[in-house]
């Protein structure tokens, strides 16, 4: 079992930045990749970014490189998104997520390869 718990949204105005955290425990945090998820109302959940299990692979969705940052500190169990340049597009709630797979090698964009998540954080920014 594992327990992911984000933190870090809120009320943002356009071009202002956001940190979110994402604070895991229950299963080794430190042989998972993780990714960064959104769902804004009446649209599909699509991936923001991945990290790989050692940090050493990072991946971005188009829409949101070049503004975002993920990093992870695994002596504390969280990753984190740094998110600057904020839009109102990126309004939406962000999910944290832990790949299935231990010590997977590629970052997968892939709901379906993420098998715990948490409760998700709200995350606005307005115009």
């Known amino acids: 079992q594992v327990q992911l718990v984000e933190s870090g949204g809120g009320l943002v105005q356009a071009g202002g930045s956001l940190r979110l955290s994402c604070a895991a425990s229950?299963?080794?945090?430190?042989?998972?990749?993780m990714g960064w998820f959104r769902q804004a109302p009446g649209k599909e959940r699509e991936f923001v970014a991945g990290?790989?299990?050692?940090?050493?692979?990072?991946y971005y969705a188009d829409s949101v490189k070049g503004r975002f940052t993920i990093s992870r500190d695994n002596a504390k169990n969280t990753v984190y998104l740094q998110m600057n340049s904020l839009k109102p597009e990126d309004t939406a709630v962000y999910y944290c997520?832990?790949?299935?797979?231990?010590?997977?090698?590629?970052?997968?964009?892939?709901?379906?390869?993420?098998?715990?998540w948490g409760q998700g954080t709200q995350v606005t920014v307005s115009s």
């Open positions: 997520a832990a790949d299935r797979f231990p010590r997977r090698i590629t970052i997968t964009r892939r709901h379906n390869d993420y098998d715990y």
């Open positions: 990290i790989s299990w050692n940090g050493g692979t990072t």
């Open positions: 229950g299963r080794t945090f430190s042989v998972s990749g």
